[in-house]
C-alpha cells in the first residue's frame, strides 16, 4: 500500500493554486520528494514551476481542500483566479498579472496532457468541464482578449443553465468573433446566438470531447 504524504508535504499539497494546481510553497526537498512519489511534476520550461499531478490533485480532493472558489478576480487569501468580467474589484493590470496569467495557462496545457486519456493538449480536460467559467475565461484572458471592467467594456463569462456551457458576452462584434476563435483554438466548440430580451448577440461555447 502506498505511504500516505508527511503532514509537511500535506501542507504543501493543501496550499496549491485551487485553479492550475501549482505548489506555492515547499522546500526544495519536499517537492522533490512529491514529485518521485508521483504526487507533482516540475514544468519542463522556464521558471519550472511545480505542478500537482492527477494523484496529487486526488489527495487534495479527498481532504476538501480543493472547494473552488466562486467565479471572482482573485479570493480572499490571494489566490490566482482568471477575469471573468465584471468583478467589482479586479486585480491591478501590469506585468505581474500578465506573467501570473501566463503561468497560469502553461499549467492547465500540462494539465491536460497529464490527465486526457491521450495526452491530447489541444482540448480540453476534466478540470475545465467542471470548471466551466473559470477554464473559458482564462482562455480569453491568456489570448489578451481585455475583460470587462472599469477600464473599458470587454468579455464577460457567465453560467448558463445548458450543461457544459457557458454564454460569453461582448458589446463589439469583433471582439465578440475574436472571442469565438480564441475559444476554438483553445478547444471549444462555440456557437454565436442571439439574445430573444436584449437582442444583443453572445457565443454559447462548450468544452469540446474530440
Known amino acids: 500500500m502506498t505511504r500516505p504524504p508527511t503532514a509537511a508535504q500535506r501542507r ?11 505548489l506555492v510553497s515547499g ?15 516540475r514544468h519542463p520550461r522556464p521558471p519550472h514551476d511545480h505542478f500537482l499531478t ?16 466562486p467565479p471572482a478576480a482573485a ?4 489566490v490566482f483566479a482568471a477575469r471573468i468580467g465584471g468583478e467589482e474589484e479586479p486585480p491591478p493590470a501590469g506585468p505581474a498579472r500578465v506573467r501570473e496569467v501566463r503561468s497560469a495557462w502553461e499549467g492547465l496545457v500540462e494539465l491536460r496532457r497529464m490527465t486526457n486519456p491521450d495526452g491530447a493538449t489541444d482540448r480540453p480536460c476534466g478540470w475545465e468541464r467542471t470548471h466551466l467559467v473559470q477554464a473559458a475565461a482564462l482562455a480569453l484572458e491568456a ?3 481585455p475583460p470587462d471592467g472599469p477600464d473599458g467594456a470587454g468579455y ?12 460569453v ?8 468573433r475574436a472571442c469565438a476563435v480564441t475559444l476554438e483554438k483553445a478547444g471549444w466548440q462555440v456557437g454565436e446566438h442571439t439574445d430573444p430580451r436584449k437582442r444583443a448577440r453572445y457565443l454559447l461555447a462548450s468544452p469540446r470531447r474530440t
Do not use: K, M, N, Y
Not at 27 to 41: D, I, M, S, Y
Not at 54 to 69: K, N, Q, S
Not at 75 to 78: L, P, R, T, Y
Not at 169 to 176: I, N
Open 75 to 78: 479570493s480572499e487569501s490571494g
Open 143 to 145: 489570448a489578451g482578449h
Open 12 to 22: 504543501v499539497i493543501d496550499a496549491a493554486d485551487p485553479v492550475t494546481g501549482r
Open 156 to 167: 464577460r463569462v457567465r453560467a448558463t443553465p445548458q450543461p457544459e456551457a457557458v454564454a
Open 54 to 69: 492527477p494523484a496529487g490533485h486526488r489527495i487534495r480532493e479527498a481532504a476538501g481542500a480543493t472547494a473552488v472558489e
Open 27 to 41: 522546500t526544495e526537498t519536499q517537492l522533490a520528494a512529491l514529485v518521485q512519489r508521483g504526487l507533482a511534476f
Open 169 to 176: 458576452h461582448q458589446p463589439d462584434a469583433e471582439g465578440l
